[in-house]
Antibody, heavy 118, light 107 residues
Framework: EVQLVESGGGLVQPGGSLTLSCAAT????????LQWVRQAPGKGLKYVSA????????YYAYSVEDRFIVSRDNSKNILFLQMDSLTAEDTAVYFC???????????WGQGTLVAVSS | DIQMTQSPSSLSASVGDRVTITCRAS??????LNWYQQKPGKAPKLLIY???TLQTGVPSRFSGSGSGTDFTLTISSLQPEDFATYYC?????????FGQGTKVEIK
């Protein structure tokens, strides 16, 4: 069974840093591009970042570029999102998702909550 | 960036109703339009990809159509489990942008 499990969320002060992880099982991890999507409380879904199968290509929403770094460890089947200089606007549930060969997000994790507050 | 605009933002409907949600892209996205369903506290679930192909396991009362910039999600006969928020998403550009969502509520 395909599973994506996020971890690493929590409460962080403005200006702080946090690294999220997404552990994958049940599929050939290195064969799929992956994305991070976030959802602020009561709001809609927003694209955050994407990474290619090998990790050599990364993409970011304008709101997070220069502050967030996406990476992956294909030997351990883990996706990461390093988040720096966090602000209240980054408060959200962060989902990792698998990019299917048809360019849709066909599997999602359950999400991890990041709360930025003093 | 390609912007996605959904309408309506919310709607009230009864079980058995036919429901239509529209999604417009700010530029052509050819057929690269996906639809997701999200229930409170849960992750989104892929319903339809590339405009009209149902994801495995999705009931046939869901259908999608359109091309270019204008797309539609139709639920032919609304069921109790369909009350949720629906999002369109384009996957033509590098940044996969979402519509703002349509909340389908019980009338």
């Amino acid at each position: 069974e395909v599973q994506l499990v996020e971890s690493g969320g929590g409460l962080v002060q403005p200006g702080g840093s946090l690294t999220l992880s997404c552990a994958a099982t049940g599929f050939t991890f290195s064969s799929y591009a992956l994305q991070w999507v976030r959802q602020a409380p009561g709001k809609g879904l927003k694209y955050v970042s994407a990474i290619s199968t090998s990790g050599d290509k990364t993409y970011y929403a304008y709101s997070v570029e220069d502050r967030f770094i996406v990476s992956r460890d294909n030997s351990k089947n883990i996706l990461f999102l390093q988040m720096d200089s966090l602000t209240a606007e980054d408060t959200a549930v962060y989902f990792c998702a698998r990019v299917s060969p048809t360019y849709s997000l066909d599997r999602w994790g359950q999400g991890t909550l990041v709360a930025v507050s003093s | 960036d390609i912007q996605m605009t959904q309408s309506p933002s919310s709607l009230s409907a009864s079980v058995g109703d036919r429901v239509t949600i529209t999604c417009r892209a700010s530029d052509t996205i050819k057929k690269y339009l996906n639809w997701y369903q999200q229930k409170p506290g849960k992750a989104p679930k892929l319903l339809i990809y590339q405009t009209s192909t149902l994801q495995t396991g999705v009931p046939s009362r869901f259908s999608g159509s359109g091309s270019g910039t204008d797309f539609t999600l139709t639920i032919s006969s609304l069921q109790p489990e369909d009350f949720a928020t629906y999002y369109c998403q384009q996957s033509y550009g590098l940044l996969y942008s979402f519509g703002q969502g349509t909340k389908v509520e019980i009338k």
